[in-house]
């Protein structure tokens, strides 16, 4: 799983329009990097929060 999002990390350095070094480029990706593996890790955690939020509303 590491490695997947490792190269998914990779991948979405090498599509970078913006050259690496350039921060908001890598930021971006950094954040995506961590969006997913957050979704990846709590993904049953946030599907109960979500079910729960839906029947308060």
Known sequence: MI???V???TVAIR???MPIYDEY???RAFA???LGFLMIT???RIAKWFVKWN???
Do not use: C, D, P, Y
């Open 55 to 57: 029947k308060e509303e």
């Open 32 to 34: 995506n990097l961590v």
């Open 42 to 44: 709590n993904f049953g």
């Open 3 to 5: 490695t997947w999002i």
């Open 7 to 9: 190269q998914r990390f």
């Open 15 to 17: 599509n970078e329009n």
């Open 25 to 27: 480029g890598a930021f």
